[in-house]
């Protein structure tokens, strides 16, 4: 079954300078598309991930499908209703079925309050019961019951990533959006989290949205992964077919960038060529300056993503790089 459906997701920046000094220096507006035209599906119980070099739109389409952001075009459903169009009582109730973590666990933590009450917060706002709810949570995550009386402060970077988790748990969420969830953490810490998370999915029979610019991260933790290029979506596959067979020259670029986990003795690729101006994109495919098997018509037209075997891919010349 079909959790989230994004169709044509689109969200365009006004990044120009204020008013007046516009009008003064006889400025245009500028205008960024962050986001542009991005369609796809996550299955219940399945985890999707995103992934792309910084700036290519991931937080924005992760921002679209909590509603903490409004699409300048196309729809996110959830459960089949349109976030947008949701009447009230059906905003509280899909609102609660998804829940957000973001990179940094420090920020994302009222350092004044204890433990106990950052988990139980959203739950006691709607009038929920909270009686040793943190403290049943903390175990699920690893963490113990005495923790809920400390404060943040008390913990490590790890262990405050699982409170995070943790309160996105206390409101039993279906849908997690995971942003970058783990990438300031150290690496074997990271490792630790991630297996939690995947723990917790089999639990709870959750979903997650994972946000990652690094692929080797999801490789193991996914289900389909999508690959973003300056807001669109370019390729998208399984991460078998992904890695044993990237039909794109960027996702292919990508993989030979990533840092193997299990990995010495392989020469890393670092990225090359630089991520172009989002204000001003290239014309045709956005990845032409960049790739290495551009032809004539990479410049003048922009290929569709197009159903490739199991997967989707928008490249003229798809595959012709393996
Ligand atoms: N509120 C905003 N106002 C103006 N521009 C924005 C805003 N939010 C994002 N952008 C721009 O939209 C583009 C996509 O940003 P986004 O944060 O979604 O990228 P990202 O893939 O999450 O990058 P990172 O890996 O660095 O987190 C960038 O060019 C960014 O500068
Ligand atoms: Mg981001």
């Known amino acids: 079954m ?5 169709k044509n997701l689109t969200r365009v920046f006004d990044v120009s300078k204020p008013w007046l000094n516009r009008v003064i220096e006889r400025l245009p507006k500028r205008m960024l598309t962050a986001v542009s035209d991005v369609s796809f599906d996550i299955e ?4 999707y991930a995103l992934v792309g070099e910084s700036g290519s739109g991931k937080s924005t389409i992760g921002k ?18 349109d976030l947008m169009k949701a009447s009230g009582s059906e905003i509280d109730r899909i609102r609660s079925d998804i829940q957000m973590i973001f990179q940094d666990p420090f920020a994302s933590l009222n350092p004044r309050w204890k433990v106990r009450n950052i ?22 995550v690893g963490l113990s019951a005495q923790d809920a009386g400390k ?7 790890g262990q405050r990533q699982r409170i995070c988790v ?6 039993e969420p279906r849908l997690i959006v995971c942003d970058e969830p783990t990438s300031a953490l150290d690496v074997s810490v990271q490792a630790q989290v991630l297996n939690l998370m995947s723990d917790l999915r089999d639990e709870f029979g959750l979903t997650y949205l994972f946000i990652s610019h690094d692929l080797t991260v999801v490789q193991h933790m996914a289900d389909r992964i999508g690959v973003l290029y300056l807001g669109r979506l370019v390729e998208e596959a399984t991460p078998d077919e992904l890695f044993s067979n990237p039909q794109h020259p960027y996702t292919k670029m990508l993989i030979e960038a990533a840092p193997k986990m299990d990995g010495y003795g392989r020469e890393v690729t670092p990225p090359q060529g630089e991520i172009p101006d989002p204000i001003n994109p290239p014309t045709g495919c956005a990845y032409h300056p960049r790739c290495p098997i551009a032809i ?14 199991k997967g989707r891919v928008a490249c003229f010349r798809a595959g012709e790089m393996t």
Do not use: Y
Not at 44 to 47: C, G, L, N, P, T
Not at 71 to 76: A, L, M, S
Not at 120 to 127: H, K, L, S
């Open 119 to 140: 988990i139980t917060e959203p739950v006691a706002a709607r009038g929920g019961d909270t009686k040793g709810l943190a403290e049943k949570l903390l175990e699920q």
């Open 166 to 171: 943790a309160r996105a748990l206390a409101s």
């Open 64 to 81: 679209m499908v909590v509603g903490l952001l409004k699409p300048t075009e196309g729809t996110v459903e959830i459960d089949g209703t």
């Open 151 to 157: 404060f943040p402060h008390e913990f490590s970077g």
């Open 296 to 309: 004539a018509r990479c410049s003048a037209e922009r290929p569709p993503l197009a159903t490739k075997g």
């Open 44 to 47: 219940e119980r399945s985890v």
């Open 2 to 6: 079909t959790l989230v459906s994004i």
